[in-house]
């Protein structure tokens, strides 16, 4: 190693003599920084997303390596957002991946003080059963005055603000086919 | 005014922000100082729950000082009409308007008619209790005769005319009423009036932003009336820079109203069938009227297109299109309602999707007690929320409601898929919808809300294809026939069947007005068609800001017709020019013979300023060529509101449901048709005329933080947000810590007739007192993020809430109560009961406390309680 080299590697040295006279940058690099590089280099795909907080609709791209979501950032060709999100938007990420995410159905019996576990299929088909059975405990024909009311008070679903539009088409349209109209969301109108 | 936007919408405050660098004058009008005020000019500090006195004083100014624009006034809103002489304002009756029932606390709207439009006498019952006001949706109701010439005085000078029936009723909200009511001070409030009108005309325009510190209250919906009555006596609609913005809470809560899972509506603010719909005419004759102006005369085609697609093939013409496939609404079945019954036994069995009402809605308490009283509970969501798990860690379990051993219901939790998990759409706060593409395969059993419905219906259907009970039919003949992508559907082609389809040709339609009544199209929701126009994914559209117009046309896709400004015909007068130069939207080109401009018209094309109707004409056709307001029944905007809403024709001040305050302008001291729930697990706290006020003497409200997000669910539980906000407290003035003893980062208890809940006190002169008709009255503030499951845990703030709503959405009036604050933590356990029912002992409450809800006059004044039993008064 020359002595140029060496007094080089001296941060004061590069903040004095090159091109940064701040040492913000190139001369407060060390030899580690100088080799990171952004998680988004290397990732194999990215995705266009939105963040899935507020209503704001803040634009997202979501960089995907090895079928992991490594990275969530604003997309700046956004014109709502112009590629910024706020604390919640760029915790996203954490929301996406962290280890609060339950991976498995868990099912807790009646009168239970545990959960437990449940394969998904039989749960799905253990719904089913229940539906079928409070919609018929809950069913209504008709009034007092006769008129057809064709709809079950036994089942209520709360939810939707959340989700997509996609889905809340499907819920409702499987809900109002079943009779059950106790249907609502976190919104009024 | 009502929204903290700095903190609850951050990145959208940018172009506030960017509107203010280039010289907009920012004023912020909330009960708090926050990160709003910092960065307003102007921060006008009022009484929670007191916005309709303030603007109430606005309309004032506008109208004793003449300014008001009054070419714009004149030929678009509807202050040139005449009333019928039945009409009686609040003025004439106390606070009530003409048509008030007390026995049932409602309104027979057909006194606020026009005096050339006969409405039919209709006892207000039936609509307050379906929340029939929202069901009128983005078209307002029905009034039959409004094609046809309505009886008017251009001068605006006849006392019945609009105009003057408004400067009657706003009379007396002066500058020293507001002061009085909203503790605003007068020089303070005729700033924001200068302000106001000053920037606001030909040249000018002024912007109103709201968010739900104005709609959750018992008059949540007249807030935004008044809001529209100021923006259109000043010419701000439909104009650019003008207009009405609500800010709304949740990633696709618009959306979720447009095709809503809500009880009274089926999707583009279609009306859910009620009993008196006998067939498919008569539905159709209650929303498209007869005779009447505007794009709801096509409601055939709507609702025979959506019947299309909820049941194919089996829907034809002989069989009504299936529509008596569809169940019947006759009352509430709101949230709220079916809570309570749940308490009672009624409700079998409840699914959340995403919501978690444990710690989210109004009365936390009351929402456990209902789950732990069913059947079974479905839950799906990212993580465990409060109201998977209240069986084990409810602040029942501590105070022995709920024991873990003892509580029958089943629960099934089903991990749910993430944003990035599942492609689709999500319709944000400026009704644009933005398409999401999937990055990756979630995890385990995560699955996103389409495959579960998707396996529900194909189960269903299954298990019922062999049933010959007619109730079964609906299931049997629903078309469930969606493109496959792996074992769910896809939601681009679910998005097509939204956008609808020409059944003969089986290609998307272009938009709305290529949809039929006579069953060739179908249309999962009309005001979405357009979205798939060309078999092109317009939501998914992204070309990048620098490379679109002034308004983005090519950035996603805005309902309707991807059209950014609503109304925008107003932006030009009634010839067709633009009302300046600067303020230049949307015009008529004589050459071209059609509307062009910066935003896509939202108007037909073609149809000239001049046009006028043909002798009975209707629908879109009746509408003038300088009718800007194309869903309206009469083609204007309403300044006054002849029909549709529940609780009066023009917005009023009254005092919320628990007030320390008498109302000083009427004996009626809030709102007469607000819906109330007297029962024992549901208390009020009591307000003036009612004794006992001052035992909960403080002004509560609760609102967000930037750093969680609503119940919690998605916040409380990540690393980085839980250190950005790691603990529950409580916001208040100097003062009142002197008042009450308390210590800033001590703890601090507040409560009501509900319960109490802990929080550390940050003692701040953000929270001003306020000095109200020669008292000082302390708003107490709090955000309501906490539960018990998470990273940062704390007590639920809206288990200090009681439900009751406003009549016309059924919002609840979650912004402004009144409570006690005390030093130290509330007690434990079972104590806790007995201390919250002391303070109810003290305040003299039973479950009649304000359900009187109707105080005017001396009439009668019957109590609003449900059929159910409670022990006797304490008194
Ligand atoms: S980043 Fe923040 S402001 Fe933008 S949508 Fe998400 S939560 Fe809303």
Avoid at chain 1, 106 to 131: F, H, K, N, S
Avoid at chain 2, 103 to 110: I, R
Avoid at chain 2, 827 to 856: E, S
Wanted: proline fraction near 7%.
């Amino acid at each position: 190693m020359g002595v140029k080299q060496w007094i080089g590697q001296w941060p004061v040295y590069r903040q004095l003599t090159g091109t940064d006279p701040l040492g913000r940058g190139s001369a407060a690099q060390s030899a580690r920084s100088a080799g990171l590089e952004p998680r988004t280099r290397g990732a194999d795909r990215v995705v266009d997303s939105v963040c899935p907080y507020c209503a704001v609709g803040c634009a997202q791209r979501v960089y995907v390596k090895d079928e992991q979501v490594v990275q969530i950032e604003g997309n700046p060709d956004s014109p709502i957002s112009r590629g910024r999100l706020c604390p919640k938007g760029s915790a996203s990420k954490q929301l996406v991946t962290g280890k609060q995410r339950v991976r498995t159905v868990r099912y807790r019996a009646p009168y239970g003080t545990q959960w437990q576990d449940l394969d998904l299929d039989t749960a799905v088909d253990m719904v089913v059963d229940r539906v079928l059975d409070a919609r018929r405990k809950g069913w209504q024909d008709a009034d007092e005055a006769g008129n057809p009311l064709r709809r079950t008070m036994g089942i209520a679903s709360l939810g939707g603000a959340t989700l997509d539009n996609e889905e809340n088409y499907l819920i409702k349209k499987l809900f109002t086919a079943l009779g059950a109209l106790q249907v609502e969301n976190q919104a009024r109108i | 005014m009502g929204s903290n936007m700095a903190e609850a919408h951050p990145v959208g405050f940018q172009w506030v922000m960017e509107a203010k660098a280039r010289g907009a004058k920012v004023i912020h009008i909330d009960p708090r100082f926050t990160r709003t005020s910092a960065l307003a000019d102007q921060h006008v500090t009022l009484r929670a729950g007191t916005d309709i006195a303030f603007l109430g004083g606005v309309i004032n100014y506008v109208l004793t000082h003449d300014l008001h624009f009054r070419e714009y006034v004149q030929s678009y809103t509807n202050a040139t009409f005449l009333l019928s002489e039945r009409y009686r304002d609040t003025e004439d009756l106390d606070g009530l308007f003409s048509g008030y029932d007390p026995l049932t606390a409602s309104y027979d709207s057909s006194s606020w008619a026009y005096e050339s439009v006969a409405a039919p006498e209709r006892p207000g019952r039936r609509d307050k209790e379906q929340a029939a006001s929202s069901r009128h949706g983005a078209g307002g109701p029905t009034v039959e005769g409004h094609a046809g010439e309505i009886a008017a005085d251009l001068a605006m000078e006849h006392p019945r005319s609009v105009l003057q029936v408004l400067k009657r009723h706003f009379c007396r909200y002066t500058p020293e009423a507001v002061e009085r009511i909203c503790g605003v001070p007068r020089d303070l409030f005729l700033d924001v009036c200068r302000a106001w009108t000053a920037n606001s005309g030909r040249e000018h325009t002024t912007a109103l932003v709201y968010s739900v510190g104005w709609t959750q209250h018992s008059v949540g919906a007249q807030y935004i009336r008044a809001g529209s009555i100021v923006q259109l006596l000043l010419g701000n609609i439909g104009r650019p820079g003008g207009g009405i913005y609500a800010l709304r809470g949740h990633a696709s809560i618009q959306g979720s109203t447009d095709i809503p899972t809500l009880f009274n509506l089926l999707p583009g603010y279609l009306p859910m069938p009620d009993t008196s719909h006998e067939s498919l005419a008569a539905y159709l004759e209650s929303i498209s009227g007869r005779n009447q102006k505007g794009f709801w005369g096509n409601a055939d085609a709507y609702t025979v297109s959506l019947l299309k697609e909820y049941f194919g093939e089996a829907a034809t013409a002989e069989n009504d299109y299936c529509f008596d496939h569809l169940p019947r609404i006759n009352g509430d079945h709101g949230t709220y309602r079916t809570a309570m019954d749940m308490v009672d036994g009624k409700v079998f069995g409840y699914f959340l999707l995403g919501q978690n009402p444990a710690v989210g809605s109004a009365h936390g308490r009351l929402q456990r007690l209902g789950m732990a009283n069913l059947d079974w509970l479905v839950v799906r969501d990212l993580t465990m929320i409060e109201s998977a798990t209240f069986w084990q860690d409810a602040p029942e379990i501590e105070t022995g409601e709920i024991v873990p051993e003892r509580c029958r219901t089943e629960v099934f939790f089903f991990p749910a898929a993430s944003h990035v998990e599942k492609s689709g759409t999500f319709t944000q706060t400026q009704r644009m919808l933005q398409w999401r593409d999937q990055a990756v395969a979630p995890a385990g059993d995560q699955r996103s809300e389409l495959w579960f419905f998707h396996q529900l219906a194909l189960r269903l259907k299954a298990r019922l294809a062999a049933s010959t009970d007619p109730r079964d039919r609906p299931v049997q003949d629903l078309a469930w026939d969606y493109a496959a992508d792996g074992d769910e559907p896809s939601s681009a082609d679910v998005l097509r069947h939204i956008n609808g389809i020409d059944l003969n040709t089986g290609r998307t339609v272009s938009g709305y007005t290529d949809l039929r009544a006579d069953g060739s199209t179908s249309c999962g929701c009309w005001i979405y068609s357009g979205v798939y126009a060309d078999e092109v994914n317009q939501a998914r559209r992204r070309t990048p800001r620098s490379e679109c117009g002034p308004y983005d046309a090519e950035w996603g896709w805005t309902w309707p017709m991807n059209r950014r400004v609503l109304y925008n015909r107003a932006s030009a007068d009634p010839q067709g020019r633009p009302w300046s130069a600067r303020k230049a939207l949307v015009w008529w080109d004589e050459e071209r013979g059609e509307w062009t401009g910066d935003d896509i018209p939202d108007f037909e094309r073609t149809k000239p300023p001049d046009y006028r109707p043909p002798e009975g004409a209707s629908g879109p056709e009746a509408l003038r060529g300088d009718d800007p307001f194309i869903m309206m029944s009469d083609g204007k905007a309403w300044l006054f509101a002849p029909a549709g809403l529940a609780d009066g024709p023009l917005p009023t001040h009254y005092e919320p449901h628990e007030s320390p305050m008498r109302n000083v302008l009427y004996g009626q001291q809030a709102s007469p048709v607000r819906k109330v729930y007297g029962r024992p697990d549901n208390p009020s706290n009591p307000a003036p005329p009612e004794a006992h006020s001052d035992v909960f003497p403080y002004v509560f409200t609760a609102a967000r933080l930037t750093e969680h997000h609503t119940a919690g669910g998605m916040s409380r539980q990540l690393p980085y947000l839980s250190e950005l906000q790691p603990e529950l407290f409580v916001e208040v003035a100097p003062e009142l810590a002197a008042e009450r003893g308390l210590r800033h980062l001590d703890w601090a208890h507040v409560i009501t007739s509900r319960t109490a809940v802990d929080a550390r006190v940050v003692v701040t002169d953000r929270m001003a007192p306020l000095l109200l008709d020669g008292r000082v009255v302390h708003q107490v503030w709090m955000p309501y993020h906490w539960g018990s499951v998470g990273l940062t845990t704390g007590d639920v703030v809206n288990d200090l809430l009681g439900v009751v709503v406003d009549p016309n959405v059924f919002i609840q009036e979650s912004k402004v109560l009144t409570c006690d604050v005390r030093p130290g933590r509330r007690p434990r356990g079972p104590d806790l009961l007995a201390y919250v029912a002391d303070y109810r002992h003290r305040a003299g409450i039973t479950p009649r406390t304000g359900t009187r809800v109707v105080t005017a006059g001396d009439t009668d004044r019957p109590e609003h309680t449900e059929p159910c039993e409670w022990p006797e008064d304490p008194s």
